[in-house]
């Protein structure tokens, strides 16, 4: 359990929590939190490790599993910058096997994202997972991940009879193009989350 205080902090700011709010949801002090991310407290209780685990929205084997060789799916927040650009975050990319992108025209890695807890997004829903390329150029009509007057969001995104770019939000009239809208990355796939 070397590296769990490092990936306490990392999942922390991931969620956007301070330490006082995740000590809140875990039932312990700030200082606490503090000690677990420095690595001065090594042993923490299955228990405490469960309510971590669920105050920082992630499966508990996120905190124990000492192998980061795997890309883990990033937490897409409306404020802010995307997932794998965020501070602090070391967002590994992968490479999805062209059976999986039916259709879709682009190269390069794309990295795994769902909606952060208690975050609304159009076309991606709660425990959703989407593969999103890096891109700040128009390649093909689809979904992608925009900027919009400074906030993160999908839209389905086209080209209209003069060539102009457009911007539709779920369920919702095709917007033009402002020049407060920036393209980020396109969603390559998209799996939609169902209870079994």
């Given at each position: 359990?070397?590296t769990?205080?490092?990936?306490?902090k990392?999942?922390?700011?991931?969620?956007?929590?301070?330490?006082?709010?995740?000590?809140?949801?875990?039932?312990?002090?700030?200082?606490?939190?503090s000690?677990?991310?420095?690595?001065?407290?090594?042993?923490?209780?299955?228990?405490?490790?469960?309510?971590l685990?669920?105050?920082?929205g992630?499966?508990?084997?996120?905190?124990?599993?000492?192998?980061?060789s795997?890309?883990?799916?990033?937490?897409?927040r409306?404020?802010?910058?995307?997932?794998?650009?965020?501070?602090?975050?070391?967002?590994?990319?992968?490479?999805?096997?062209?059976?999986?992108?039916?259709?879709?025209?682009?190269?390069?890695?794309?990295?795994?994202?769902?909606?952060?807890?208690?975050?609304?997004?159009?076309?991606?829903?709660?425990?959703?997972?989407?593969?999103?390329?890096?891109t700040?150029?128009?390649?093909?009509?689809?979904?992608?991940?925009?900027?919009e007057?400074?906030?993160?969001?999908?839209?389905?995104?086209?080209?209209?009879?003069?060539?102009?770019?457009?911007f539709?939000?779920?369920?919702?009239?095709?917007?033009?193009?402002?020049?407060?809208?920036?393209?980020?990355?396109?969603?390559?796939?998209?799996?939609?989350?169902?209870?079994?």
């Open positions: 359990m070397e769990l205080g490092p990936r306490i990392q999942l922390r700011l991931e969620t956007n929590l301070n330490k006082a709010a995740l000590a809140r949801r875990v039932g312990v002090s700030d200082v606490t939190i000690y677990w991310e420095s690595g001065a407290i090594k042993q923490i209780g299955h228990e405490r490790l469960v309510a685990a669920g105050a920082l992630c499966p508990l084997s996120a905190l124990l599993d000492n192998d980061t795997r890309p883990a799916p990033l937490f897409l409306a404020d802010g910058p995307p997932p794998w650009a965020r501070e602090g975050t070391e967002a590994k990319g992968i490479e999805l096997p062209i059976e999986l992108t039916p259709g879709q025209r682009w190269d390069g890695d794309c990295h795994l994202v769902t909606p952060a807890p208690d975050e609304a997004l159009d076309y991606l829903n709660p425990n959703d997972l989407a593969a999103i390329a890096p700040d150029i128009f390649r093909q009509p689809g979904l992608y991940l925009i900027e007057a400074g906030r993160l969001a999908l839209r389905r995104v086209q080209q209209d009879a003069r060539g102009e770019l457009t539709q939000r779920d369920d919702a009239e095709p917007t033009p193009y402002t020049p407060d809208c920036r393209l980020l990355g396109k969603v390559v796939a998209l799996w939609r989350f169902e209870a079994l």
